[in-house]
């Protein structure tokens, strides 16, 4: 069973609520369609975790369509009652085989909404705390996530590689965020090479994807904001003969190259702020 692709066009769906009027809503407006959004979240979680048990003996594809329906009623949540809606660029740059998706992240809106965009079953690599959130633990438990323990240092290294060389094999896609954590709009994080390591360690390549999910729906803040949330898909990058390093300086120049393309502004702010920075005087101390 196959999942219909949202829309992946260059033109943002009717739905979408990005005009300038929708822009100005007032405050008490966000807060009060916010509120409802956290409302539907959480009967749908419920709902879903419920269901999710008559879904455990479904072959794995059907399971996760079924189990990732709540994505789908979660994104369209946030485009029909806070006016987030999406622009996907560079669908055909994924191509029909094994790969690691390697993506900018500022919000919860990429995790939800790749598991809808993607062609294939995506495998996240996330911590194993989650997996004891009642509800929404359950449904995640029935997937074949790479759950680990950050603590374990180079075993929790050595796990995603054993765990994900076997998903990639079984023709599911890894997804990893380099930067390790959300990072908030116009900003650069540290990125590490856990997915290049798994990358060269199987010979598969990797698709760099740049996205501004924190322009609508920023990190640790309720209030969600209308606006088309822009998601690029890079050409996909050969780990053969690379170190994971050089493979990682590659992701990372696509990927911010790429960023100050769709969000130039958040960008622009950040390097005048620098600039300013750098060329204010100096007061020594008498």
Known sequence: MTMPPPNSG?????????KPAARNRSHAELLLRSMLFALLIVIATVVWAIACFGFILLPYRQRYYMITRWNVFI?????????????VRGMDNLPDAPVILLSKHQSAWETI???????????FVFKKSLLYIPFFG???AMLRMIAIDRSKGRDAMAQVIATGKQRLDDGQWV???????RTPV????????GGTILAVGTGVPVVPIAMNSGDCWPRNAFIKKPGTIIVSIGKPIPSTGRTPGELMADVENWIESEMRVITPDAYAGAAASA???ATAPVTHGQ
């Not at 909404?113 to 495998?123: E, S, V």
């Not at 116009?186 to 090479?193: D, F, I, L, T, V």
């Open 175 to 181: 997804i990893m965020f380099p930067e390790g954590t």
């Open 10 to 18: 260059l033109t943002p769906s009717p739905a979408a609520v990005s």
């Open 138 to 140: 359950w449904g995640l």
């Open 275 to 277: 600039k300013a920075n």
């Open 113 to 123: 909404f790749y598991c809808w965009l993607m062609p294939r079953p995506l495998i």
């Open 75 to 87: 994104t369209l949540a946030a485009r029909h009652v806070c006016g987030i809606d999406w622009e």
């Open 186 to 193: 116009g900003s650069q994080g540290k990125y590490k090479a």
